[in-house]
């Protein structure tokens, strides 16, 4: 996929989250698949915990699924979640730099 392609259908994907949550799960679903790919895992750095003994000790945090992450998204579209692009910038090769804004409730 081009970078070109995937902007289109990541700012499709966020235009989703408008808060109205008109979408069928399978149009949500289909947005979804546009922009992540069938292998994603997402590895959050190790949690940094402080020991019974003061020392500040890494704390292994195990990764996350496309589908827990697909699970979370739908959570989030569901309960009317807003998402604002705050921008989308190409930053190398193969490589970008995305900004967005979550809302949740009233702003």
Same mark, same amino acid.
């Given at each position: 996929?081009?970078?070109?392609?995937?902007?289109?259908?990541?700012?499709?994907? /966020?235009?989703?989250?408008?808060?109205? =949550?008109?979408?069928?799960?399978?149009?949500?679903?289909?947005?979804?698949? =546009?922009?992540?790919?069938?292998? !994603? =895992?997402?590895?959050?750095?190790?949690?940094?915990?402080?020991?019974?003994?003061?020392?500040?000790? !890494?704390?292994?945090?195990?990764?996350?699924?496309?589908?827990? /992450?697909?699970?979370?998204?739908? $959570?989030?579209?569901?309960?009317?979640?807003?998402?604002? !692009? /705050?921008?989308?910038?190409? /930053?190398? !090769?193969?490589?970008?730099?995305?900004?967005?804004?979550?809302? =949740?409730? $009233?702003?």
């Amino acid at each position: 996929m081009s970078s070109y392609q995937f902007e289109l259908a990541f700012r499709q994907y /966020i235009a989703a989250f408008d808060g109205t =949550n008109d979408l069928s799960p399978a149009e949500f679903k289909s947005l979804f698949d =546009n922009v992540h790919h069938k292998d !994603l =895992n997402y590895l959050p750095k190790d949690e940094k915990v402080i020991g019974g003994d003061g020392m500040m000790h !890494l704390k292994a945090v195990t990764p996350v699924t496309r589908e827990e /992450i697909y699970q979370l998204h739908s $959570k989030h579209y569901a309960s009317g979640q807003k998402v604002t !692009l /705050i921008h989308f910038r190409k /930053i190398g !090769l193969d490589c970008v730099d995305i900004k967005v804004r979550l809302v =949740n409730g $009233k702003e």
